[in-house]
């Protein structure tokens, strides 16, 4: 019987709350905020491969390049925080062609320059002391928190916008946020498209190389807001 007494308590305690909630009218909507910058950063992955037939001498001679390879970083006043070994590797393979099994070496340094107009000086003399391979370039800006800031701002206005056209017409008002959910997708620079050209000045001398097309990079913001209406 008391058993009874307290369930049917509880029952009635779970339909008073039940009929305490109020269903608050609202409207979900999405935003987006764009914000373009001309990059002022670069991060650059290189690569030193070296092959041969024996594992010691291919491994040698790829520390003796890296090692070049650091050291012309250093001379290029380059921070140390600035450039970092990313991977590392040793590995046989196979020529099918020539019948016969050889190593390959490789080492991969990522270089943060933060001044763009030093890619060719840098690059060139990276040629020169033993990279092999340019992996990949990525554009940056050293402004990227302010700019993230700016583009979830504008998105945010973007979707109260929005809300307040819907319900323009319905003699209602948009209240305070409810729910407010990030939907941006993770950022990725877009690679550069290059351009290698050498123009001649009109005294025959030779014009600076430009062989990096830095162009814009866009930071994109998307959310979905949930707005109380009134």
Not at 12 to 34: D, L
Not at 48 to 61: L, Q
């Amino acid at each position: 019987m008391k058993k009874n007494i307290i369930l049917l308590f509880a029952l009635c305690t779970a339909f008073v709350q039940a009929q305490e909630i109020k269903q608050v009218p609202m409207i979900n909507v999405s935003g987006e905020g764009k914000v373009k910058v001309i990059p002022d950063q670069a991060s650059i992955s290189i690569a030193v491969e070296t092959k041969g037939n024996k594992a010691s001498e291919v491994k040698n001679e790829n520390d003796t390049k890296i090692d070049a390879v650091i050291k012309y970083l250093k001379k290029f006043n380059l921070a140390k925080e600035d450039y970092q070994t990313q991977r590392v590797s040793l590995y046989p393979t196979y020529d099918y062609d020539k019948k016969k099994n050889y190593y390959i070496a490789n080492q991969t340094i990522t270089v943060l320059l933060k001044d763009l107009n030093k890619y060719d000086a840098l690059m060139d003399g990276l040629t020169e002391v033993g990279i092999n391979r340019i992996d990949n370039v990525e554009f940056r800006s050293s402004k990227m928190s302010m700019l993230q800031s700016d583009a979830r701002k504008l998105a945010m206005r973007d979707a109260k916008t929005k809300a307040e056209d819907f319900v323009s017409v319905l003699n209602q008002k948009v209240g305070k946020a409810l729910t407010i959910s990030d939907n941006s997708q993770t950022y990725y620079p877009p690679r550069p498209m290059y351009e290698m050209k050498t123009m001649a000045m009109a005294d025959g001398a030779a014009a600076p190389r430009e062989t990096l097309a830095a162009g814009e990079i866009e930071i994109v913001v998307n959310v979905s807001v949930g707005f109380a209406l009134e």
